[in-house]
């Protein structure tokens, strides 16, 4: 991100300066960078809310018997991880919290996962299990993106639930790419032999 | 009628889940006010979190779009990439979503601002948003975590099921839209 960001800035003042445009670059940065304040203002209350809720759902257990269901579909991609162990426990958790649009939340459960499946891994390679994981969080299925909808609520949108579908659309084909590339990955490329799991 | 039911899927899940949230709640006798105000509370944080993000990208975003190096840079790829459907603009969303959330953020709030929430740029910038992941970002800190150094084939997977994801949303936005 640091070079996108050096890049952005340095290449449009030599731009500017090129094309006799410098005297806008000043009023440009100002005015774009108050209108960057005005959205994420415009954002608090929705992140307020949605928090609130995600607070509810979490201590009333919803998540956790959400997490129930989600547990015999995903399970099966984990065959590493023996029955029972807290592994899995806390990925189902950091998944319902990503399907729920519960970004904050999910990262904790997130990290909890890692550091169980580190106990079971003992290496500096990932585990199988791991590449797995990341595979499904890092193309995580969406249900509730409530901060692109707050956004386009915010920009006047005559339909702002509308992308919620083909949103799922694109995030399930990235989801089943990725766990299918996976799954390749995992049965031709068998890890080293000199690592014993 | 596929696209009816995206449609209906989109304005119910919302209310439906919140439906749900609460009847779940009260039958589990949930103080719901006093936890909602409880959770609430850090959405401000959050908020004041992402604020620098954001404003770096606005800015980045204003000064690189204002001195006419995005349509230098965009013109000799646009004609390909329009023929794939993808207008210029959702290149560099599409970049910055692998490395940072907040500054995706930035990058689609920008988008629907400037070109409208319910144009073609507007909703594949909302959509390519929300069903894609900072793939960069994810495996950076949670195999740092971990203390994991040799992410295996971990990156490359995540690249492709992103790059699915991303021309999965230009096909169903040029369907659906």
Not at chain 1, 87 to 97: D, E, P, R, T, Y
Not at chain 2, 10 to 37: E, M, Q, R
Not at chain 2, 53 to 65: H, M, T
Request: proline content about 5%; overall charge positive.
């Amino acid at each position: 991100m640091n070079a996108v960001f050096f890049f952005l800035i340095v290449a449009g003042i030599l731009t500017a300066a090129v094309t006799g445009r410098i005297n806008t670059i000043t009023v440009d940065a100002v005015t774009s960078a108050s209108q960057g304040v005005k959205q994420v203002f415009a954002l608090v209350g929705i992140l307020t809310f949605w928090l609130g809720i995600a607070k509810v759902a979490e201590k009333s257990g919803l998540i956790k018997l959400f997490t129930g269901i989600l547990q015999p579909a995903v399970g099966w991609l984990f065959p590493s991880i023996p029955k029972g162990h807290p592994a899995l426990g806390a990925i189902l958790m950091n998944l319902s919290a990503n399907i729920f649009g519960f970004g904050s939340a999910a990262t904790p459960f997130g990290l909890k996962a890692m550091e169980q499946l580190q106990k079971l891994n003992r290496s500096e390679k990932a585990s199988e299990a791991m590449c797995t994981f990341l595979a499904i969080n890092s193309t995580s299925i969406t249900l509730i993106p409530s901060t692109i909808i707050a956004i386009r609520i915010n920009a006047g949108s005559s339909n702002p639930m509308e992308i919620i579908g083909t949103m799922l659309f694109a995030s399930t084909i990235s989801t089943v790419v990725a766990v299918s590339a996976d799954w390749v990955c995992r049965t031709y490329l068998k890890r080293g032999k000199n690592n014993v799991l | 009628m596929f696209y009816d039911w995206l449609i209906a899927i989109g304005n119910w899940s919302i209310p439906l889940f919140l439906l749900i949230v609460f009847l779940h709640a009260s039958y589990k006798k949930l103080p719901i006010y006093d936890t909602f105000v409880e959770g609430a509370r850090e959405g401000f944080t959050v908020a004041l979190r992402i604020l620098p993000y954001v404003v770096g990208i606005y800015a980045a975003v204003g000064i690189f779009r204002g001195s006419g190096a995005l349509e230098f840079i965009l013109s000799p790829v646009r004609p390909l990439l329009e023929l794939l459907g993808i207008p210029g603009e959702i290149l560099s969303l599409m970049i910055v979503r692998l490395l940072s959330g907040p500054a995706s953020i930035g990058f689609t709030a920008e988008l629907v601002d400037r070109y409208g929430p319910d144009s073609y740029i507007g909703r594949l910038a909302s959509t390519l948003d929300g069903s894609t992941d900072t793939v960069f970002y994810i495996l950076a800190v949670y195999f740092a975590s971990a203390n994991v150094k040799n992410p295996r084939y971990s990156l490359p997977v995540g690249l492709l099921g992103a790059l699915s994801g991303y021309a999965a949303s230009v096909f169903i936005c040029r369907i659906a839209f």
